[in-house]
């Protein structure tokens, strides 16, 4: 089942902060957020959403140390984040299913995280088309269960609570 966007949205405010250092010495998931930068909104939706229950999620236009301009070095900071966050999230939506840089961002997860440390967020817009789909079924789903748990699914839709575990 995909995610809401409007539902998404209204977590963009949530201002919880927790280091990557602090998430990690409680034992909290840390995740690379990958989305299109047109998706802002909803990208500050999903960290508000999983930082309300401990995580750091990482969004590269908040890292002061990014360049303004993509370069290698963006590449470069983009590859060591992915390898050094536990899971790999892929925000999908119209604008990150056509971008140039969320295609590779996912392909370069693919070829160093373990499959089942990425997971695709499912989107469904206000005119009720559902993103996600193609290659993307190749991975775990993310959808927020009934209590507003989190949940990992396989594509046979089989799969378990996350409850402030990143280990699958």
Known sequence: MAIRQADLQSYSAVTVTKTLR??????KP?????HSHKDAYLAKGVQG??????????IDWEDVAMPDVPNRATA???QRRIQQL???LFLATANSM???WCPWEIGYADGVKRTDAILVLPTQDNYGAVHGNEYLQLYRH??????GGVGHFGSDNRGSILEGSARP
Request: glycine content about 8%; hydrophobic content about 40%.
């Open 22 to 27: 602090e998430a990690k010495d409680e034992g």
């Open 30 to 34: 840390t995740a690379f957020l990958s």
């Open 49 to 58: 959403f999983l930082r309300a229950r401990g995580w750091d999620v990482y």
């Open 76 to 78: 470069e900071r983009i």
């Open 86 to 88: 536990e899971l790999f």
């Open 98 to 100: 056509s971008s140039r």
């Open 142 to 147: 993310v959808d927020i269960a009934s209590g």
